[in-house]
């Protein structure tokens, strides 16, 4: 493939953090010079007389050095060039290499001015896979473990006016158990449910300018009774704080504190009451002016809660119609082509008839979040959790460490209504250690976050969970149904058989979503056949076998999705899934994003007639 006919000098230039967004910032997407060690080739054949470098040795053997790391990319022959944000294994960094890479050295030279540099200077990743450390002008500024939250370092003391060199050496290992890694291959080739991997900065970077006063960060509680809003606000530094709140730009509630510092709490009433809703995704926007720190943000103002089985938003049951959605690329893996594409892939669902998505074994970047808070887009926000080893404290601890990350830094998003830690997992050979870590992940995301339900490990083992849901991929509508219908019949037993033997009993009354089903393989060649019985089993994966025909497909996708729209007692479903993704081809869309059908509008009629449950 010809890589400089698709490289973007400038890419992905739209403001990475929409919901704490600042003016100041120097966009740092597009091409740096790059180096990487593929799996079996050590790092120092890459480095230029790294053995004759007296500081750089001193660094790497020195215990108190780089923060204890021993990691640095002094020496490295940067021997050719990435585009940023996109990683190495994808088409769009024009580097295409899709086999294992342990180590990545990155570098680019900026030019700052005096103005950017009197107060403080932050560099920050919106995501970079896994282990990440961080050089200005040759000095240490800090590290990061995780591979899917956004971080900063405050570079402040490194940089200066003139030019300035920034180096980011990164460090992975797909198959270690103790790293998340989602649905990154652990193998050399992508196969059945796993993909491509990423590996490196997979989203913006950027510098950000501060004021010496400044407002780090804000909280949002919102009351749809009162109405108002509640913030907390958390300041470096002290001066005048002035919040002004508005929708469609009229001033909907103010609040001043003079001479602020520290946490402060606020409440404003608000005058006008615009809730947001499914498909309606009503925003207030919020201008926080601290000193001379100026940030605009927004929120939505809902509540969502369960009474009994039934999922209330804003008081009203409302069917969660969700697609699973695994957020993956042909060209960028795991990072969008454009922003564009970040909102096509909600305009998609929605188009298809789903409400909402169940963001899989990935954490978004907040853009995607954005478009999902205005298009009134429902969300599980979830963790990518497979890749470890759940008998394993060091892998609990590291997915811990990064699971509050995300929660600290979506948490605000109106769109997200429900969380997700775990994905399918099991107590394998100590179950004892299972339970105490899944227990903990629960405990630890109700604290931070009370407002939202928490599923503690869909569709596997659970143990403290206030939704109870499952996966089934059977693929006959009628041994579905009949599922279903024991499920409805019974008081006690959230459809039996359907979960592993060792799961924590159901308890009467939780609320019981389908979080998977459907994953019905319908390939390209399939669907241009011409009696469409065409069957690539052995090129493309997905659950059961194909339908013969178009016809076929229809009438399961129906028959399934009618027994649980029928059903008295499920809150909602999730259908795998919203594209085919590399091998697994069982998606409402090509992995291109054209569509498998040409009458989308009769799977939006299946899903869209009101369910049983509903108000």
């Not at 887009?377 to 892998?395: C, Q, T």
């Not at 009467?508 to 390209?524: F, H, I, L, Q």
């Amino acid at each position: 493939m010809d890589f400089n006919n698709i490289r973007q000098e400038h890419p992905r230039q739209e403001h990475p953090r929409p919901q704490f967004r600042r003016e100041g910032i120097k966009n740092l997407n597009g091409v740096w010079d790059y180096a990487f060690f593929p799996e079996g080739r050590e790092a120092d054949t890459v480095r230029e007389g790294a053995s004759g470098n007296a500081e750089a040795s001193a660094r790497e053997g020195a215990s108190g050095s780089a923060g204890g790391l021993g990691h640095d990319p002094a020496g490295v022959n940067y021997d050719r060039q990435i585009t940023v944000p996109f990683c190495p294994e994808s088409d769009l960094s024009g580097i295409g290499f899709k086999g294992f890479i342990k180590e990545a050295c990155y570098r680019r030279e900026i030019c700052l001015d005096d103005a950017s540099v009197k107060g403080v200077t932050r560099l920050h990743f919106g995501a970079c896979d896994y282990e990440t450390f961080l050089y200005v002008n040759g000095k240490y500024c800090g590290a990061h473990r995780g591979g899917y939250c956004s971080f900063f370092v405050d570079v402040t003391a490194a940089v200066h006016p003139g030019n300035n060199i920034i180096e980011v050496y990164v460090k992975d290992d797909t198959r270690s158990p103790v790293i998340p890694s989602g649905k990154q291959s652990n193998r050399l080739e992508s196969y059945g449910c796993v993909y491509t991997r990423t590996t490196g900065i997979w989203q913006t970077v950027w510098l950000e300018f501060l004021p010496l006063a400044h407002a780090e960060s804000v909280k949002y509680r919102s009351d749809v009774k009162t109405p108002s809003v509640s913030m907390e606000l958390t300041l470096c530094g002290a001066a005048d704080l002035s919040v002004t709140v508005s929708f469609a730009g009229n001033i909907a509630g103010r609040a001043f504190v003079a001479d602020a510092s520290g946490v402060v709490s606020l409440n404003v009433p608000l005058s006008e009451t615009h809730l947001w809703d499914v498909g309606c995704g009503n925003l207030y926007d919020v201008r926080i002016e601290f000193g001379d720190d100026i940030v605009d943000s927004y929120f939505g103002l809902r509540e969502v809660r369960y009474d009994g089985y039934k999922f209330l938003l804003n008081g009203r049951s409302v069917f969660q119609r969700l697609v699973l959605d695994q957020g993956f690329y042909p060209d960028g893996i795991y990072t969008a082509p454009d922003d564009s594409a970040l909102l096509n892939d909600v305009k998609l669902a929605k188009a298809f008839g789903f409400n909402g998505a169940r963001l899989h074994q990935k954490v978004f970047e907040e853009r995607y979040l954005y478009h999902a808070d205005r298009e009134g887009f429902l969300l599980w926000g979830e963790f990518p959790s497979w890749g470890i080893s759940n008998n394993l404290p060091e892998a609990y601890l590291n997915l811990i460490s990064e699971w509050t990350e995300v929660l600290k830094r979506d948490a605000n998003h109106p769109a997200i209504i429900t969380w997700c830690p775990l994905n399918e997992t099991w107590d394998d050979k100590d179950a004892d250690f299972y339970a105490f870590a899944v227990r903990t992940l629960y405990n630890i995301t109700r604290e931070i976050d009370p407002t939202r339900p928490v599923v503690d490990a869909s569709g596997g083992v659970h143990i403290l969970t206030d939704v109870f849901d499952l996966h089934d991929y059977e693929q006959d509508p009628a041994a579905f149904a009949a599922k279903i219908s024991e499920f409805n019949d019974s008081p006690d037993a959230p459809i039996p058989n359907m979960i592993n033997d060792a799961g924590a009993p159901y308890v009467p009354g939780t609320p019981v979503n389908m979080s998977e089903y459907g994953g019905t393989r319908w390939t390209r060649e399939m669907a241009e056949s011409e009696d469409g019985s065409y069957d690539n089993a052995e090129t493309s994966w997905g659950y059961g076998k194909a339908p013969a025909n178009e016809q076929v497909f229809r009438e399961r996708f129906k028959g399934l999705t009618d027994a649980l729209l029928d059903s008295p007692k499920l809150s909602g479903f999730c259908y795998t899934q919203l594209t085919d993704v590399e091998q697994e081809q069982n998606g409402c869309y090509f992995y291109d994003r054209s569509p498998k059908f040409k009458d989308v509008g009769y799977f939006k009629d299946v899903l869209s007639r009101k369910a049983a449950i509903e108000d």
